[in-house]
């Protein structure tokens, strides 16, 4: 079966995964020094700005992650006294979140150190911000619901 001519659409998605690998690269090389990644880093965010409410199930929900790969993430924080563990006695289901001291410090300095989004947030308007969320929950949704597509359906060239 010959190749699907590129169309824009596809150009669209290919463009979408090379802007996604840009932010994360440069987002990576600003936070190396801190020791911690942009995945790690946005963890760090969402423990603090979810408080009380941070639990292994919330932050992977926030982060549109399965709890297991959290789980993970989180034990390699923990492990470098970033975060720290606690199960609800009352619902040894629960495991809560927060952050430690230095982990505070790591997140705070992590927010300073965000100059890729600022610049980019610096040359787009309002509109074409907003524009680019709308369309980008949409794709979201309608990712959502189509739970998987057949393998055939994957081969779709998008270079």
């Known amino acids: 079966m010959p ?3 590129r169309d824009v659409f596809n150009e669209s998605l290919h463009l979408l995964s090379a802007v996604n690998r840009s932010l994360y690269e440069a987002r990576n ?3 190396r020094p801190l020791g911690i990644t942009s995945q790690q880093s946005a963890m760090l965010h969402q423990i ?13 929900q926030r982060l549109h992650r399965d709890v297991s790969s959290v789980s993970d993430m989180l034990a390699r924080l923990e492990k470098r006294g970033l975060v720290r563990r606690f199960i609800d006695p009352g619902d040894r289901r629960q495991v809560y979140v927060f952050l430690t001291e230095k982990g505070q410090e790591v997140r705070d300095q ?3 150190e965000n100059s890729i989004i600022k ?12 524009e680019l969320n709308r369309i980008l929950k949409e794709l979201y949704r309608i990712c959502l619901e189509n739970p ?3 393998e055939s359906e994957t081969e779709v060239s998008l270079r």
């Open 3 to 5: 190749p699907i001519p």
């Open 29 to 31: 090389d600003e936070l």
């Open 48 to 60: 603090k700005s979810l408080g009380d409410e941070a639990t292994v199930t919330n932050v992977a």
């Open 110 to 112: 992590s927010q300073k």
């Open 119 to 130: 610049r980019a947030r610096s040359q787009l308007g309002d509109g074409e911000i907003e």
């Open 148 to 150: 998987k597509v057949p």
